[in-house]
């Protein structure tokens, strides 16, 4: 049974570019969490996705977008990426109102 | 001010020793998880806590929930260096809001 599958596992852009980032859930699981980590320290919520519709929002400025399909897939995007954007990126999938959330592996993001 | 404080942030210990780490809050919670990290690598969950008082073990791990519901505490015992890693101990608000974590290293 496949757990959460992120893609691409390492990403390098240049500031200002444009990044997506792509996260399948764990089978059963209908709800996606996108959080970003930076070395040494703990995740911080972005968002939530449920029904294909943005949930729940942390502090995060509007270059921040995602989405989510209706096979319960999801894409994180960061527009006009900035050198403190570098970091881990994790998603989490989980079923409505259930305790237990499962990461995936991450997506390092290093801006240059 | 973090909504939930871990402590130590950092411990450095030699193989076959104890050690205990400390997740504490103000705030009284409905459930509290606690994750085991390895770099480059997404949490894993370890376990989930949901009543006062309440303790699970998970072979060398030994997980505690304070009475109030407003604490926790993670005691290892007899340590080795496959123990090594980042725990953080979360809960969970449609988000999980995450302590800072405490990174562990346990020396052969």
């Known amino acids: 049974d496949a757990g959460v599958t992120q893609s691409p596992t390492h990403l390098i852009k240049t500031r200002g570019q444009q990044v997506t980032l792509r996260c399948s859930p764990k089978s059963g699981h209908d709800t996606v969490s996108w959080y970003q980590q930076a070395l040494g320290q703990g995740p911080q919520f972005i968002f939530q996705?449920?029904?294909?519709?943005?949930?729940q929002r942390g502090n995060f400025p509007d270059r921040f977008s995602g989405h989510q399909f209706p096979n319960y897939s999801s894409e994180l995007n960061v527009n006009a990426v900035l050198l403190g954007d570098s970091a881990l990126y994790l998603c989490?999938?989980?079923?409505?109102?259930?305790?237990?959330?499962?990461f995936g592996s991450g997506t390092r993001l290093t801006v240059v | 001010t973090q909504l939930l404080e871990q402590s130590p942030q950092f411990l450095s210990i030699q193989e076959g020793e104890n050690l205990t780490v400390y997740c504490n809050s103000s705030s009284v919670f409905s459930s509290l998880q606690w994750y085991r990290q390895e770099p480059g690598e997404g949490p894993v969950l370890l376990v989930t806590v949901v009543t006062g008082g309440e303790v699970k073990k998970l072979k060398r791990l030994t997980f505690q929930f304070g009475d109030a519901r407003k604490d926790s505490s993670l005691h290892i015992t007899a340590a080795q260096p496959g123990d090594t890693g980042l725990y953080l101990c979360?809960?969970?608000?449609?988000?999980?809001?995450w302590g800072a974590g405490t990174k562990l290293i346990i020396k052969p």
């Open positions: 979360a809960v969970s608000n449609y988000q999980l809001i």
């Open positions: 996705y449920y029904e294909e519709e943005e949930r």
């Open positions: 989490a999938s989980s079923q409505t109102w259930s305790y237990g959330y499962t």
